[in-house]
Protein backbone atom coordinates (compact mmCIF):
# COMPACT_ATOMS: atom_id res chain seq x y z
CA UNK A 1 0.00 0.00 0.00
CA UNK A 2 1.03 3.17 -0.76
CA UNK A 3 0.59 5.79 1.67
CA UNK A 4 1.22 9.14 0.56
CA UNK A 5 -2.40 10.07 0.20
CA UNK A 6 -3.34 8.46 3.44
CA UNK A 7 -4.36 11.58 5.60
CA UNK A 8 -6.28 12.55 2.39
CA UNK A 9 -8.04 9.11 2.10
CA UNK A 10 -8.98 8.74 5.54
CA UNK A 11 -10.90 8.96 7.18
CA UNK A 12 -13.79 8.62 4.42
CA UNK A 13 -16.92 11.96 4.22
CA UNK A 14 -18.98 9.51 7.12
CA UNK A 15 -15.71 9.54 9.67
CA UNK A 16 -14.89 5.60 7.97
CA UNK A 17 -11.56 4.18 8.81
CA UNK A 18 -12.38 1.09 6.55
CA UNK A 19 -14.88 -0.47 8.72
CA UNK A 20 -13.80 0.98 11.81
CA UNK A 21 -15.30 4.79 13.06
CA UNK A 22 -18.34 6.55 11.89
CA UNK A 23 -20.89 8.21 15.21
CA UNK A 24 -23.22 6.42 16.13
CA UNK A 25 -25.25 8.95 17.55
CA UNK A 26 -29.00 9.39 18.65
CA UNK A 27 -30.98 11.38 16.17
CA UNK A 28 -31.28 14.71 17.98
CA UNK A 29 -27.29 14.74 18.32
CA UNK A 30 -26.72 14.28 14.86
CA UNK A 31 -27.17 18.07 13.71
CA UNK A 32 -24.89 18.66 16.66
CA UNK A 33 -22.44 16.54 15.38
CA UNK A 34 -22.76 17.59 11.53
CA UNK A 35 -22.35 21.25 12.65
CA UNK A 36 -18.89 20.69 14.28
CA UNK A 37 -18.02 18.82 11.18
CA UNK A 38 -18.42 20.81 8.52
CA UNK A 39 -17.33 23.90 10.68
CA UNK A 40 -14.12 21.97 11.10
CA UNK A 41 -13.15 20.98 7.44
CA UNK A 42 -14.02 24.58 6.36
CA UNK A 43 -12.31 26.47 9.83
CA UNK A 44 -9.03 24.26 9.61
CA UNK A 45 -7.93 25.21 6.23
CA UNK A 46 -8.12 28.85 6.87
CA UNK A 47 -5.05 30.65 7.13
CA UNK A 48 -6.52 32.95 9.90
CA UNK A 49 -6.52 28.97 11.82
CA UNK A 50 -3.69 28.10 11.15
CA UNK A 51 -1.63 30.89 12.25
CA UNK A 52 -3.13 31.71 14.91
CA UNK A 53 -2.96 28.35 16.26
CA UNK A 54 0.71 28.39 15.01
CA UNK A 55 1.20 31.19 17.57
CA UNK A 56 -0.32 29.56 20.41
CA UNK A 57 1.94 26.73 20.04
CA UNK A 58 5.01 28.78 20.29
CA UNK A 59 4.00 31.32 22.53
CA UNK A 60 1.73 29.35 24.54
CA UNK A 61 2.67 25.61 24.73
CA UNK A 62 6.25 26.36 24.04
CA UNK A 63 6.45 24.16 20.91
CA UNK A 64 8.48 22.71 19.33
CA UNK A 65 9.25 20.24 22.07
CA UNK A 66 12.67 18.56 21.57
CA UNK A 67 14.04 15.28 20.95
CA UNK A 68 16.38 14.09 23.14
CA UNK A 69 19.12 10.99 23.03
CA UNK A 70 18.89 8.89 26.03
CA UNK A 71 22.74 8.03 26.08
CA UNK A 72 22.90 7.04 29.35
CA UNK A 73 19.68 4.98 29.18
CA UNK A 74 20.95 3.03 25.97
CA UNK A 75 24.61 2.66 27.00
CA UNK A 76 22.76 0.45 30.09
CA UNK A 77 21.06 -1.63 27.74
CA UNK A 78 23.38 -2.59 24.44
CA UNK A 79 24.08 -1.05 21.23
CA UNK A 80 20.20 0.32 20.31
CA UNK A 81 19.95 3.90 20.58
CA UNK A 82 16.83 5.02 22.39
CA UNK A 83 15.40 8.97 21.85
CA UNK A 84 12.68 10.54 23.29
CA UNK A 85 9.75 12.62 21.92
CA UNK A 86 9.23 15.35 25.00
CA UNK A 87 5.73 15.94 25.20
CA UNK A 88 6.46 16.09 28.86
CA UNK A 89 8.19 19.79 28.41
CA UNK A 90 4.58 20.82 26.58
CA UNK A 91 2.73 23.87 28.54
CA UNK A 92 0.53 21.66 31.39
CA UNK A 93 3.27 18.47 31.23
CA UNK A 94 1.90 16.56 28.91
CA UNK A 95 0.53 16.18 24.77
CA UNK A 96 -3.36 16.59 25.92
CA UNK A 97 -3.19 20.06 25.81
CA UNK A 98 -2.63 19.83 22.03
CA UNK A 99 -6.06 18.66 21.29
CA UNK A 100 -7.74 20.97 24.18
CA UNK A 101 -6.13 24.12 22.60
CA UNK A 102 -7.26 23.22 19.09
CA UNK A 103 -10.95 22.62 19.81
CA UNK A 104 -10.23 25.86 22.20
CA UNK A 105 -9.78 27.53 19.42
CA UNK A 106 -12.55 25.71 17.01
CA UNK A 107 -15.19 27.07 19.63
CA UNK A 108 -14.10 30.13 19.90
CA UNK A 109 -14.20 30.44 15.34
CA UNK A 110 -17.56 28.84 15.73
CA UNK A 111 -18.57 31.39 17.79
CA UNK A 112 -19.73 28.86 20.93
CA UNK A 113 -18.69 30.38 24.38
CA UNK A 114 -18.99 27.08 26.43
CA UNK A 115 -16.66 24.11 26.40
CA UNK A 116 -17.68 21.11 28.76
CA UNK A 117 -16.41 17.71 29.10
CA UNK A 118 -16.29 14.84 31.36
CA UNK A 119 -12.89 13.45 32.88
CA UNK A 120 -11.33 10.46 34.72
CA UNK A 121 -8.19 10.66 36.60
CA UNK A 122 -8.48 14.42 35.58
CA UNK A 123 -5.84 15.05 33.01
CA UNK A 124 -8.44 15.84 30.18
CA UNK A 125 -10.09 18.42 32.80
CA UNK A 126 -7.13 20.19 33.60
CA UNK A 127 -5.97 20.65 30.00
CA UNK A 128 -9.15 21.72 29.12
CA UNK A 129 -9.57 24.21 31.61
CA UNK A 130 -6.05 25.38 30.70
CA UNK A 131 -7.47 25.91 27.06
CA UNK A 132 -11.15 27.39 28.45
CA UNK A 133 -8.79 29.98 30.50
CA UNK A 134 -6.77 30.70 27.51
CA UNK A 135 -10.19 31.44 25.38
CA UNK A 136 -11.91 32.96 27.90
CA UNK A 137 -14.40 30.25 27.43
CA UNK A 138 -17.12 29.30 30.16
CA UNK A 139 -15.60 25.61 31.22
CA UNK A 140 -17.86 23.01 32.78
CA UNK A 141 -16.02 19.47 33.75
CA UNK A 142 -18.30 16.53 34.93
CA UNK A 143 -16.15 13.96 37.14
CA UNK A 144 -17.64 11.32 39.19
CA UNK A 145 -17.78 11.78 43.23
CA UNK A 146 -15.57 8.90 44.04
CA UNK A 147 -12.92 10.23 41.06
CA UNK A 148 -13.41 13.85 42.82
CA UNK A 149 -12.01 12.41 46.04
CA UNK A 150 -9.15 10.52 44.64
CA UNK A 151 -7.59 12.92 42.42
CA UNK A 152 -7.63 16.12 44.39
CA UNK A 153 -4.89 17.76 43.43
CA UNK A 154 -6.31 17.71 39.63
CA UNK A 155 -9.52 19.62 40.95
CA UNK A 156 -7.95 22.01 42.85
CA UNK A 157 -6.12 22.35 39.41
CA UNK A 158 -9.32 22.86 37.37
CA UNK A 159 -11.04 25.29 40.07
CA UNK A 160 -7.72 27.51 40.12
CA UNK A 161 -8.22 27.88 36.40
CA UNK A 162 -11.77 28.85 36.58
CA UNK A 163 -13.82 25.84 35.64
CA UNK A 164 -16.97 24.64 37.34
CA UNK A 165 -16.47 21.08 38.10
CA UNK A 166 -19.41 19.05 38.83
CA UNK A 167 -19.46 16.23 40.92
CA UNK A 168 -21.58 12.97 39.19
CA UNK A 169 -23.32 10.88 41.49
CA UNK A 170 -25.28 8.10 39.69
CA UNK A 171 -24.46 4.41 39.62
CA UNK A 172 -20.53 3.77 40.54
CA UNK A 173 -19.88 7.74 40.90
CA UNK A 174 -16.85 7.03 38.42
CA UNK A 175 -16.30 7.87 34.40
CA UNK A 176 -18.50 6.34 32.87
CA UNK A 177 -21.45 8.17 34.54
CA UNK A 178 -19.63 11.42 33.67
CA UNK A 179 -19.98 10.25 30.21
CA UNK A 180 -23.57 9.90 30.53
CA UNK A 181 -23.64 13.39 32.77
CA UNK A 182 -21.60 15.79 30.27
CA UNK A 183 -23.73 14.08 26.84
CA UNK A 184 -27.06 14.91 28.35
CA UNK A 185 -25.51 18.61 28.92
CA UNK A 186 -24.60 18.73 25.40
CA UNK A 187 -28.19 17.31 23.97
CA UNK A 188 -29.48 20.38 25.91
CA UNK A 189 -26.77 23.06 25.43
CA UNK A 190 -25.30 22.23 22.13
CA UNK A 191 -26.34 25.59 20.61
CA UNK A 192 -23.84 27.27 22.95
CA UNK A 193 -21.24 24.38 23.92
CA UNK A 194 -18.82 22.20 21.99
CA UNK A 195 -18.53 18.66 23.81
CA UNK A 196 -14.77 18.33 23.81
CA UNK A 197 -13.40 14.74 23.61
CA UNK A 198 -10.66 13.45 25.31
CA UNK A 199 -8.54 11.33 22.92
CA UNK A 200 -8.81 9.92 18.74
CA UNK A 201 -12.14 8.57 20.35
CA UNK A 202 -15.71 9.06 19.87
CA UNK A 203 -18.48 9.42 17.15
CA UNK A 204 -17.00 11.65 13.93
CA UNK A 205 -15.28 14.54 13.56
CA UNK A 206 -13.37 13.76 16.81
CA UNK A 207 -11.01 10.83 16.28
CA UNK A 208 -10.62 12.99 13.12
CA UNK A 209 -9.73 16.35 14.68
CA UNK A 210 -8.04 15.43 17.27
CA UNK A 211 -5.56 13.26 15.14
CA UNK A 212 -5.10 16.15 12.94
CA UNK A 213 -4.38 18.39 16.87
CA UNK A 214 -1.31 15.76 17.50
CA UNK A 215 0.37 15.53 14.01
CA UNK A 216 2.45 18.27 15.31
CA UNK A 217 3.99 15.50 17.48
CA UNK A 218 4.92 12.95 15.03
CA UNK A 219 5.88 16.28 12.25
CA UNK A 220 8.05 17.67 14.36
CA UNK A 221 9.84 14.55 15.71
CA UNK A 222 10.58 13.15 12.45
CA UNK A 223 12.02 16.38 11.41
CA UNK A 224 14.08 16.88 14.35
CA UNK A 225 15.30 13.13 14.33
CA UNK A 226 16.53 13.65 10.65
CA UNK A 227 18.26 16.43 11.72
CA UNK A 228 19.68 14.66 14.46
CA UNK A 229 21.18 12.10 12.93
CA UNK A 230 20.69 11.88 9.40
CA UNK A 231 18.36 8.83 9.45
CA UNK A 232 14.88 7.50 10.64
CA UNK A 233 14.35 5.61 13.20
CA UNK A 234 13.88 2.04 13.05
CA UNK A 235 10.96 1.93 15.51
CA UNK A 236 8.84 4.27 16.48
CA UNK A 237 6.41 3.54 19.61
CA UNK A 238 4.18 5.30 22.21
CA UNK A 239 1.48 4.06 24.53
CA UNK A 240 -2.27 3.69 23.81
CA UNK A 241 -4.78 4.12 26.00
CA UNK A 242 -8.06 6.05 23.37
CA UNK A 243 -4.90 6.91 21.27
CA UNK A 244 -4.28 10.18 21.15
CA UNK A 245 -0.50 10.58 21.57
CA UNK A 246 0.22 7.84 19.80
CA UNK A 247 -1.56 8.61 16.49
CA UNK A 248 -0.20 11.98 16.61
CA UNK A 249 3.38 10.37 16.79
CA UNK A 250 3.00 7.67 14.14
CA UNK A 251 1.31 8.90 11.30
CA UNK A 252 3.88 11.12 10.10
CA UNK A 253 6.20 8.11 9.83
CA UNK A 254 3.11 6.83 7.81
CA UNK A 255 5.02 6.38 4.67
CA UNK A 256 8.82 5.86 5.60
CA UNK A 257 10.50 2.55 6.11
CA UNK A 258 9.78 2.09 10.07
CA UNK A 259 8.46 -0.22 12.38
CA UNK A 260 5.41 1.37 13.93
CA UNK A 261 4.48 -0.44 17.24
CA UNK A 262 1.62 1.30 19.86
CA UNK A 263 2.41 0.08 23.61
CA UNK A 264 -1.04 -0.70 25.93
CA UNK A 265 -1.21 -1.68 29.74
CA UNK A 266 -1.26 -5.49 30.36
CA UNK A 267 -2.44 -4.12 33.88
CA UNK A 268 -1.62 -7.52 36.23
CA UNK A 269 -2.56 -9.92 33.85
CA UNK A 270 -3.77 -11.23 30.82
CA UNK A 271 -7.87 -12.06 32.52
CA UNK A 272 -10.33 -9.30 31.77
CA UNK A 273 -10.59 -6.98 34.32
CA UNK A 274 -6.93 -6.68 35.35
CA UNK A 275 -5.66 -5.39 31.68
CA UNK A 276 -7.19 -2.86 29.22
CA UNK A 277 -5.29 -3.84 25.91
CA UNK A 278 -8.12 -3.52 23.98
CA UNK A 279 -5.87 -4.32 20.82
CA UNK A 280 -4.51 -7.45 22.00
CA UNK A 281 -7.33 -9.15 23.53
CA UNK A 282 -10.75 -7.06 22.67
CA UNK A 283 -13.18 -7.82 19.54
CA UNK A 284 -15.15 -5.53 16.82
CA UNK A 285 -17.65 -3.80 18.52
CA UNK A 286 -19.54 0.09 18.81
CA UNK A 287 -18.95 1.28 21.94
CA UNK A 288 -19.29 5.26 23.00
CA UNK A 289 -20.55 6.44 19.55
CA UNK A 290 -17.88 4.68 17.49
CA UNK A 291 -17.28 1.14 15.68
CA UNK A 292 -13.77 -0.10 17.22
CA UNK A 293 -12.12 -3.16 18.85
CA UNK A 294 -13.25 -3.23 22.30
CA UNK A 295 -13.11 -5.42 25.54
CA UNK A 296 -16.77 -6.71 26.53
CA UNK A 297 -18.14 -8.47 29.23
CA UNK A 298 -20.26 -11.48 28.94
CA UNK A 299 -23.59 -8.96 28.11
CA UNK A 300 -21.47 -7.72 25.03
CA UNK A 301 -21.25 -4.36 26.88
CA UNK A 302 -18.29 -2.44 27.75
CA UNK A 303 -15.88 -4.91 30.50
CA UNK A 304 -14.26 -3.47 33.35
CA UNK A 305 -10.62 -2.45 33.01
CA UNK A 306 -7.54 -1.27 35.17
CA UNK A 307 -3.73 -0.43 34.78
CA UNK A 308 -1.44 1.58 36.91
CA UNK A 309 -1.72 4.12 34.44
CA UNK A 310 -5.13 5.59 34.52
CA UNK A 311 -4.98 7.65 31.41
CA UNK A 312 -4.77 4.44 29.52
CA UNK A 313 -7.86 2.51 31.51
CA UNK A 314 -10.10 2.19 28.52
CA UNK A 315 -11.98 -0.16 26.99
CA UNK A 316 -12.00 0.29 23.52
CA UNK A 317 -9.31 2.29 21.09
CA UNK A 318 -9.65 5.08 18.59
CA UNK A 319 -11.03 3.77 15.26
CA UNK A 320 -7.93 4.50 13.42
CA UNK A 321 -6.01 2.39 15.20
CA UNK A 322 -7.99 -0.73 14.63
CA UNK A 323 -8.40 0.34 11.15
CA UNK A 324 -3.84 0.45 10.90
CA UNK A 325 -3.66 -2.53 12.10
CA UNK A 326 -5.86 -4.47 10.22
CA UNK A 327 -4.26 -2.97 7.24
CA UNK A 328 -0.94 -4.38 8.67
CA UNK A 329 0.58 -0.71 8.82
CA UNK A 330 0.87 -0.89 12.93
CA UNK A 331 1.45 -3.45 15.57
CA UNK A 332 0.40 -3.09 19.13
CA UNK A 333 1.99 -4.87 21.83
CA UNK A 334 2.18 -4.44 26.02
CA UNK A 335 3.68 -3.79 28.97
CA UNK A 336 2.38 -4.68 32.38
CA UNK A 337 2.06 -2.32 35.33
CA UNK A 338 5.59 -4.24 36.46
CA UNK A 339 7.89 -2.98 33.84
CA UNK A 340 5.97 0.53 33.72
CA UNK A 341 7.26 1.10 36.74
CA UNK A 342 10.74 -0.72 36.11
CA UNK A 343 10.82 1.74 33.78
CA UNK A 344 9.80 4.80 35.73
CA UNK A 345 12.67 4.11 37.56
CA UNK A 346 14.88 3.73 35.20
CA UNK A 347 14.21 6.88 32.91
CA UNK A 348 14.65 9.00 36.38
CA UNK A 349 17.82 7.54 37.46
CA UNK A 350 19.66 7.28 34.24
CA UNK A 351 18.26 10.67 32.30
CA UNK A 352 17.08 12.75 35.48
CA UNK A 353 13.44 12.48 33.41
CA UNK A 354 10.26 11.00 35.82
CA UNK A 355 8.05 9.81 33.22
CA UNK A 356 3.87 9.52 33.43
CA UNK A 357 3.16 5.81 34.06
CA UNK A 358 1.25 5.84 30.41
CA UNK A 359 4.38 7.13 28.90
CA UNK A 360 6.27 3.94 31.08
CA UNK A 361 4.50 1.79 29.18
CA UNK A 362 6.22 2.85 25.84
CA UNK A 363 9.51 3.36 27.74
CA UNK A 364 9.45 0.13 28.78
CA UNK A 365 8.72 -1.35 25.41
CA UNK A 366 11.64 0.20 24.25
CA UNK A 367 13.86 -1.26 26.93
CA UNK A 368 12.86 -4.42 25.86
CA UNK A 369 13.19 -3.94 22.19
CA UNK A 370 16.64 -2.34 23.13
CA UNK A 371 17.96 -5.54 25.25
CA UNK A 372 16.44 -7.78 22.61
CA UNK A 373 18.03 -6.12 19.45
CA UNK A 374 21.12 -4.89 20.59
CA UNK A 375 21.30 -2.11 17.57
CA UNK A 376 19.26 0.21 15.62
CA UNK A 377 17.60 3.30 16.79
CA UNK A 378 14.39 4.16 19.06
CA UNK A 379 11.97 6.65 18.93
CA UNK A 380 9.24 7.04 21.84
CA UNK A 381 6.94 9.46 22.13
CA UNK A 382 7.03 10.36 26.20
CA UNK A 383 3.61 11.95 26.45
CA UNK A 384 3.59 13.28 29.71
CA UNK A 385 5.10 14.13 32.64
CA UNK A 386 5.61 11.97 36.17
CA UNK A 387 5.18 13.81 38.77
CA UNK A 388 1.51 13.48 39.11
CA UNK A 389 2.49 9.81 39.50
CA UNK A 390 5.03 9.91 42.48
CA UNK A 391 2.81 10.01 45.44
CA UNK A 392 1.55 6.96 44.09
CA UNK A 393 4.76 4.90 42.93
CA UNK A 394 6.26 5.97 45.92
CA UNK A 395 3.38 4.74 48.49
CA UNK A 396 2.93 1.34 46.45
CA UNK A 397 6.31 0.43 45.33
CA UNK A 398 8.57 2.58 47.59
CA UNK A 399 11.91 4.15 46.28
CA UNK A 400 12.90 0.90 44.53
CA UNK A 401 16.45 0.07 45.54
CA UNK A 402 14.69 -0.33 49.19
CA UNK A 403 12.72 -2.98 48.61
C1 LIG B 1 -4.19 10.65 28.91
C2 LIG B 1 -2.80 10.28 28.74
C3 LIG B 1 -2.40 9.24 27.87
C4 LIG B 1 -3.38 8.35 27.14
O1 LIG B 1 -4.18 8.98 26.21
P1 LIG B 1 -4.00 8.78 24.64
O2 LIG B 1 -5.23 9.43 24.09
O3 LIG B 1 -3.93 7.33 24.35
O4 LIG B 1 -2.76 9.48 24.24
C5 LIG B 1 -1.05 8.99 27.70
N1 LIG B 1 -0.12 9.71 28.35
C6 LIG B 1 -0.45 10.72 29.19
C7 LIG B 1 0.65 11.47 29.86
C8 LIG B 1 -1.79 11.04 29.41
O5 LIG B 1 -2.10 12.04 30.26
Known amino acids: MNYSTYLKDYPSKDGRFGKFGGAYLPDHLIPAFEEITDAYLTICHSSQFINELRRIRREFQGRPTPVYHCERLSRSLGKCQIYLKREDLNHTGAHKLNHCMGEGLLAKFMGKHRIIAETGAGQHGVALATAAAFFGLECVIYMGEVD ?78 LDMTGFLPDVVTACVGGGSNSIGMFLPFINDPVEIVGVEPLGRGENLGDHAASMTYGSEGVMHGFDSIML ?64 SHAVAYAIRRAKESGAGSILVNLSGRGDKDLDYVIENYGFEDEN
Open 296 to 359: KDEKGEPAPVYSIASGLDYPSVGPEHAFLREIGRVKYDVASDKEAVDAFYKLSRLEGIIPALES
Open 148 to 225: IKKQAPNVARMKVLGAKVVPVTTGLKTLKEAVDAAFEDYLENYKDTIYCIGSAVGPHPFPMMVRDFQYIVGEEAREQF
